[in-house]
Every structure is written in C-alpha cells, then in structure tokens.
C-alpha cells in the first residue's frame, strides 16, 4: 500500500451460499430455492464496498486450501489486495443464507478456516501506509481472533490510527456474553453496530439512548437502521441521523457490510461523519438490490 490513507480490514473471508426461498421453510420436506454460491464475508465485503468507493484497501483473512484462489481472484477483482493466509487442516468458512422473500436473511455458519485467524498471522508491515483499521466483529468470538485482535489495536494505536469494529452478530454476541464482547472489544474509537446490535451492547431500546449510551465509551458511533437509514453518535449524544433510500430489496446479505465499507472510505477522504453515513447508506441500498455481499461488477 502507497501512500498516506489506506484502510486495513482483519476478519472473515467466507463462501456464501444464498438460497433464496418463497414463504414460510416447511419441515421435514422439500422447499424450493434459486441458489447461488458467492464470495462473501463480513470483512471482506466491507473491504470490497471500501474499495468500491474510491479507498485503497487490504486484507488480513484467513482460508482453506480449497478455494483460496477463487477468493483470492475475487478479491482482486474487487479491488482489494488481500494477505490470505492458507489453512492446510481447515476449510474455507461456509454461510448458508436463507433469504426469504422480503430480502431478509438468515444464516446458518461454519467458521471453518475464519476461527483460526490468529497472532501467527499478522505482520506489522500490513500497518505501512494505513491511515485505518477496521476489524471484523467476528474476530471476537475465538480465543485466537480476540488475541489477534489485541494485537492489531496495540500496534495501531502505537502508529496513532484509528481502529473501527462492526459487532457482527447478535448471536454470537449472546453467547459469549455482552460483558465479555464489551472488555475484549475495549475502547475502540468507532463502532458500527446494526438496530438489534446496538439495543443488545447498549442494554436499552430506543435507539438514540442506545447510541449516546454506546458512544461515551467509544467516541464515535454510526447505528445502521436498513431502510431507515442511520444515526451517528458522538460523545454522548446523537448528532446525526440521515435516511435510507428507498428501493427494491433482492437480498439484505452484505448491506451492513456495504454501509461499513463506504462509511470509512468517505472518512478517509475527509468526510464529517453525517455525510459519511449518508455515503455508507447509499451503498447499502445498492447492496440490498443484488444477491450475495460484494459490489455489482
């Protein structure tokens, strides 16, 4: 990476296989679906949607053998050059999307590779040129990924760049426990939760108090609302809140990943928070009108 303003994502490369489905899935029996097999992954749909939007980008992920040159070949195609560090045991990480007719997605995981993403991996040169860091939620729910993670957040802090993390899943969230996510995740300067993940971290409902509540720990916080647009935080109060735009929803996979994406690439070019959120809002929208997480080529 040359130059100054580069971003650094750490996290998930996976590979999404998107069954979109009409009504309600009967048990027990055949349910009809289009399908499609993707690349995907929190961060690298992120790192992907930055790159779409002007910034230069790498990623720090981990694979399997088995299709670490599809994705790396992806990855490239979208702009973003990746350091995918190949597991010999481990296969790649495997979503399958459940995507009803709504555009609403549900997903059943196998981390795979992902959950290993470790210490051993990382390399300080991945810094050189970085004016960013964003890691991946799902770093968080492995021993190796949260050790990890404490790695990166000290060698950026020692360089003076500021580290964003998107919380992921509520799932997950709740099984490791909402005290334990908060301590590992610390007092990163940004976080970019969704609706459901910031009620949960913030432990109330209304999503302004969950906001400023979240933002005195974290300086800045951007609540992504989907249709409804989102609202940024900063030191304890809301000081933003734009629309979404209306259009019509194919798949919802990916669209807070796209709003994370184009967020910090808009700061990165200089952008105020509130017009950043409204670059990161348009992504989205054009995230949700596609199948799978990554940018229309």
Request: glycine share 12%.
């Amino acid at each position: 990476m040359t130059g100054a303003g580069g971003l650094l994502v750490v996290g998930d490369v996976v590979t999404d296989i998107v069954a979109r489905h009409r009504g309600p899935l009967a048990p027990q029996t055949d349910n009809a679906a289009r399908t499609a097999v993707l690349p995907g992954g929190s961060a690298a749909n992120a790192a992907a949607w930055a790159a779409r939007s002007g910034a230069e980008v790498r990623l720090l992920a981990r694979v399997g053998a088995d299709s670490a040159e599809w994705h790396r070949a992806a990855l490239r195609a979208d702009g973003v050059r990746a350091r995918l560090v190949v597991d010999a045991r481990r296969a790649t990480a495997v979503v399958i999307c459940l995507v009803d007719e709504e555009a609403e997605r549900t997903f059943v995981t196998d981390s795979g590779a992902s959950a290993a993403l470790g210490p051993a991996d990382w390399a300080p040169e991945l810094l050189a040129g970085v004016a960013r860091v964003h890691l991946s939620g799902y770093l968080y729910f492995w021993e190796s990924g949260r050790e990890l993670a404490a790695v990166v957040v000290a060698a950026a802090r020692e360089a003076g760049v500021p580290v964003s993390v998107d919380p992921a899943s509520t799932g997950f969230i709740r099984r490791m426990g909402v005290p334990a996510f908060r301590s590992a995740v610390g007092r990163v300067g940004l976080l970019l939760p969704n609706l459901a993940e910031a009620r949960l971290l913030a432990g109330v409902d209304e999503v302004r108090a969950a906001a400023a509540r979240l933002s005195t720990v974290h300086g800045e916080v951007v609540v992504t609302l989907g249709a409804q647009g989102a609202l940024v935080a900063r030191g304890g109060r809301v000081v933003a809140q734009v629309s979404g735009a209306v259009v019509e929803a194919v798949d919802s996979t990916g669209a807070g990943d796209a709003f994370t994406g184009a967020y910090l690439a808009a700061r990165l070019a200089g952008a105020e928070p509130a017009e950043a959120a409204i670059a990161g809002c348009e992504a989205g929208a054009a995230a949700v009108g596609v199948v799978g997480g990554r940018p229309p080529r």
